[in-house]
C-alpha cells in the first residue's frame, strides 16, 4: 500500500481527508491552504489548518469546524466588555492553537514543526503539513481594491463582487522539506485534490513555486473532487465566486480550473450529466456520491477516489506495456 497526499482546505476538503485517513493512517500526507491565514489581537489564526487537525481528531465543530466540539465563548465576550473587536468570533478552546502557533512563532519555531507537534498530541496518525513555512496571504480583488480573505468573510459578509484573486507573497514562498519528501517518494500512488473552493483554498498552494511541478513529478495520477454539487457549493462561496468572475457555476468549470494537473475528476451522481463534457476536455472521470452527510459516506467517498486513481494507474500500466 503506497503513500496517498492530499491537498486540503475548508469543511468538505478535512471531511475527505477524514475518510482517506481512516483508510491510510500513516500513509497519509495532508497539504493545507495557509492562504487564509490571518493575525487577530496579535495572534496566528489559521482556519484550514485547524478545520483538518480537529476533523482528523475527531473533535470538530460540526457547524464551526475550524473550532473544537463544546465550544464556548467567556473570553471573547469579556473582549467585547474591555472594547475589543466584535468581529471573527473566537471561542476559549479554539484560542489554544494561536496562542501555540504564536509564541512558537516567536521562538523561531517553523510553522510545519508546530503544526506536526498538535497533530501528534491530538493523536492524528497522518502528517499534516501547511503549505508552506513562509506566509502567504489571499487577497480578493473587488472594485473597491484588495481584500484579505477573512476581512472579505467576516467584515464584507461575501457580499462585494469578486473580479480576481491574488496571493500575496506566494512569490517569496517554497515547499517545504517534508511536502518534497512526500511528493517526491518512490512510494507516491496518488494525489488527491479534495473537494474545496478552487480559487482561496485550492490555487494558494498550488501558487507556491515548484508546487505543481512536485505534485507531477513522481507521476502518479492527479485526482480531484468537485465541490459543486448540482450547479452550486454545498458550503461556502464557490458558486457565487464563479458566476463574479463570469464563469458557469459547475462541476466542469472547476475540472477546467485544474487543466494541464490532473488526470481525473471526481462528478457526483446528480452532475453526471456533465461527464461526457468533462471527458472532452482531456480528464477520465469518476461519477459517485460526493456529498458527505456523516463518516461512513466520507470512507465511502475516499474509497471510490482511491479505486478511481488506482484505475488509472492500471490503465497506463496496461498501455505502456508492449503489444
Same mark, same amino acid.
Given at each position: ?13 478535512? =471531511? ?17 491552504? /495557509? ?9 496566528? !489564526? ?52 494561536p496562542l501555540l502557533r504564536t509564541a512558537g512563532?516567536?521562538?523561531?519555531r517553523r510553522l510545519t514543526e508546530i503544526t ?15 503549505? &508552506? ?17 477573512? $476581512? ?19 512569490? %517569496? ?11 517526491? &517518494? ?9 473537494? *474545496?473552493?478552487?480559487?482561496? /483554498? ?13 505534485? %507531477? ?6 485526482? *480531484?473532487? &468537485? ?9 461556502? &462561496?464557490?458558486? =457565487?465566486?464563479?458566476?463574479?468572475? @463570469? ?12 487543466? %494541464?494537473?490532473?488526470?481525473? !475528476? ?6 453526471e450529466a456533465q461527464a461526457e463534457a468533462v @471527458?472532452?476536455?482531456? !480528464? ?13 459516506? @466520507? ?10 486513481? *488506482? ?5 497506463? @500500466?496496461?498501455?505502456? $506495456?508492449?503489444?
Open positions: 500500500m503506497g503513500l496517498v497526499v492530499a491537498l486540503c482546505g475548508q469543511a468538505g476538503g478535512a =471531511k475527505l481527508a477524514e475518510g482517506l485517513a481512516r483508510l491510510r493512517g500513516a500513509d497519509l500526507a495532508v497539504i493545507v491552504n /495557509t492562504g487564509d491565514d490571518h493575525e487577530h489581537l496579535g495572534l496566528h !489564526f489559521a482556519p484550514d489548518l485547524d478545520t483538518v487537525l480537529y476533523t482528523l481528531a475527531g473533535i470538530a465543530n460540526p457547524q464551526a469546524p475550524w473550532e473544537p466540539a463544546g465550544e464556548t465563548h467567556a473570553v471573547y465576550d469579556m473582549v467585547r466588555v474591555l472594547g475589543g473587536p466584535e468581529r471573527l468570533r473566537f471561542g476559549d478552546r479554539a484560542l489554544a492553537a512563532a516567536a521562538a523561531d506536526g507537534e498538535m497533530a501528534r498530541r491530538l493523536g492524528i496518525r497522518a502528517r499534516v503539513l501547511p503549505m &508552506s513555512d513562509e506566509p502567504v496571504r489571499t487577497l480578493v480583488l473587488t472594485d473597491d481594491g484588495p481584500v484579505p480573505f477573512p $476581512e472579505y468573510v467576516t467584515v464584507l459578509g461575501c457580499e462585494p463582487p469578486v473580479r480576481g484573486f491574488a496571493y500575496a507573497g506566494a512569490e %517569496r514562498a517554497r515547499p517545504t522539506p517534508e511536502i518534497a519528501e512526500v511528493l517526491d &517518494s518512490p512510494e507516491l500512488e496518488a494525489v488527491v485534490i479534495c473537494p *474545496a473552493n478552487p480559487y482561496h /483554498t485550492i490555487r494558494p498552494i498550488l501558487e507556491v513555486p515548484g508546487m505543481r511541478e512536485l505534485v %507531477r513529478k513522481r507521476g502518479a495520477p492527479v485526482v *480531484a473532487i &468537485s465541490p459543486i454539487v448540482g450547479g452550486k457549493a454545498l458550503r461556502g &462561496s464557490a458558486g =457565487k465566486m464563479m458566476r463574479e468572475l @463570469r464563469h458557469e457555476a459547475s462541476a466542469k468549470r472547476v475540472a477546467l480550473e485544474y487543466l %494541464r494537473l490532473i488526470d481525473g !475528476f471526481v462528478l457526483d451522481t446528480v452532475d @471527458r472532452a476536455c482531456g !480528464f477520465e472521470v469518476g461519477v459517485t456520491q460526493t456529498v458527505m452527510r456523516d463518516a461512513e459516506d @466520507r470512507v465511502a467517498l475516499a474509497h471510490a477516489v482511491l479505486d478511481f486513481a *488506482a484505475a488509472i494507474r492500471e490503465r497506463r @500500466r496496461a498501455e505502456a $506495456e508492449p503489444a
